[in-house]
């Protein structure tokens, strides 16, 4: 059982930065696929980023490349995101996903695709 813990989110004003943490608990952390997504209220979750296990390729929705760099530090067990150039319609529920892999290659950008969950961190960008 691999457990996800978000940090980092809070109220930042548009074209501001935020670092988000997501600290897992699994021994084995270099063997999960990671990603991230968001939800906002009255809309689906959706896919904001990814990134395989070693060597750490990473995805991104068109929303956000070139603003939002995710990453993984898997001798602390934990995958970041860093938020620049934010905007109001970033605003939502961020949350980590986990998915153990054979495949140095597998990632998704389906919710589906993950088994492991963090309870989420909250972002607001005011305008």
């Known amino acids: 059982q691999v457990q996800l813990v978000e940090s980092g989110g809070g109220l930042v004003q548009a074209g501001g930065s935020l670092r988000l943490s997501c600290a897992a608990s699994?021994?084995?952390?270099?063997?999960?696929?990671m990603g991230w997504f968001r939800q906002s209220p009255g809309k689906e979750r959706e896919f904001v980023a990814a990134i395989t296990r070693s060597p750490g390729t990473t995805y991104y929705a068109d929303s956000v490349k070139g603003r939002f760099t995710t990453s993984r530090d898997n001798v602390q067990n934990t995958m970041y995101l860093q938020m620049n150039s934010l905007k109001p319609e970033d605003t939502a529920v961020y949350y980590c996903?986990?998915?153990?892999?054979?495949?140095?290659?597998?990632?998704?950008?389906?919710?589906?695709?993950?088994?492991?969950w963090g309870q989420g961190t909250q972002v607001t960008v005011s305008s």
């Open positions: 699994a021994p084995t952390f270099s063997s999960y696929a």
């Open positions: 996903a986990a998915q153990v892999v054979y495949s140095r290659t597998w990632y998704s950008r389906s919710s589906s695709g993950y088994q492991y």
